[in-house]
């Protein structure tokens, strides 16, 4: 049984920096590609970035490029989000979620979940 489990959230002020994490068990880690997106209240799940399963190509949301960086660790079974510069906006459930397929923007790609962890962002 593929698991996700997320960690790293909280709550930081506006220009602020968070690294999240996302550990996978279950499955040969290095099979998914991987991916970050998010859920604010009130709002549709959004894309914010994923990775191959080599690491070697990295997809980002247009509303976070340049300021959020992915990043994976074969031997951890471990993929990160480090967020810097932080706004308001940015404040939302953060899920990981993996594919056997090719690193995705489409939410609909992803085979497996992880539950989520709340990051909020305080002006």
């Known amino acids: 049984q593929v698991q996700l489990v997320e960690s790293g959230g909280g709550q930081v002020q506006a220009g602020g920096s968070l690294r999240l994490s996302c550990a996978v068990s279950?499955?040969?880690?290095?099979?998914?590609?991987m991916g970050w997106l998010r859920q604010a209240p009130g709002k549709e799940r959004e894309f914010v970035a994923s990775?191959?399963?080599?690491?070697?190509?990295?997809y980002y949301g247009d509303s976070v490029r340049g300021r959020f960086v992915i990043s994976r660790d074969n031997a951890k079974n471990t993929v990160y989000l480090q967020m810097a510069s932080l706004k308001p906006e940015d404040t939302a459930v953060y899920s990981c979620?993996?594919?056997?397929?090719?690193?995705?923007?489409?939410?609909?790609?992803?085979?497996?979940w992880g539950q989520g962890t709340q990051v909020t962002v305080s002006s």
């Open positions: 279950g499955h040969t880690f290095s099979s998914f590609s």
């Open positions: 990775i191959s399963w080599s690491g070697r190509n990295t």
């Open positions: 979620a993996a594919t056997i397929g090719p690193a995705s923007s489409d939410v609909r790609a992803y085979e497996y």
